[in-house]
């Protein structure tokens, strides 16, 4: 699950690396209640949907650490998903939201995908976005226009595409 409070906006990150390590404040899990705890539970049945639907392709909440340029303090950071197509060299990362929330566009544009061009170079990889949502509301207004996608991966290059998936 990726850890909404510990999710910033980066600025100019010098060096990233995929791990399998998880940092020692994610290893203490609480169980959370209310509209935390719903958001939580439809996270881990969309990641066994996404899983399913997409096999070895995709990598559930995957870690990542990295060192911005004015810092040389090490930072971490977890999308929840990357959805890779090695072949055409396509990467979607992917944001899990119960609701559709302005929160998503700027984890996925403001911070992983910093993250993740210095570990997939973007001379060799195209990147894409989705939202996976179980609610969308269209009153929720982003920078950019949003693409209703029947499955994750019809987002395409320069759309901030939305899946509504609801169990």
Not at 59 to 72: I, L
Request: net charge positive; proline share 6%.
């Amino acid at each position: 699950m990726s850890a909404l409070w510990h999710t910033r906006e980066v600025t100019e990150v010098i060096w990233s690396q995929a791990t399998l390590n998880v940092p020692t404040f994610a290893r203490k899990k609480k169980p959370l209640r209310g509209r935390r705890g719903q958001g939580i539970r439809y996270e881990v049945r969309a990641q066994r949907y996404l899983q399913e639907l997409y096999g070895l392709s995709y990598y559930a909440s995957p870690w990542f650490k990295y060192r911005e340029h004015e810092t040389e303090m090490l930072r971490w950071c977890q999308p929840d998903g990357l959805l890779i197509d090695v072949e055409k060299g396509i990467l979607w990362i992917v944001e899990i939201k119960y609701q559709h929330t302005y929160e998503a566009y700027r984890q996925l544009i403001k911070c992983y995908l910093q993250v993740i061009e210095k570990s997939f170079p973007p001379e060799l990889w195209e990147f894409r976005f989705v939202e996976v949502v179980k609610w969308y509301d269209p009153q929720v207004k982003l920078p950019v226009e949003v693409k209703l996608c029947k499955l994750p991966h019809y987002a395409a290059e320069g759309d901030f595409g939305v899946h509504i998936w609801r169990p």
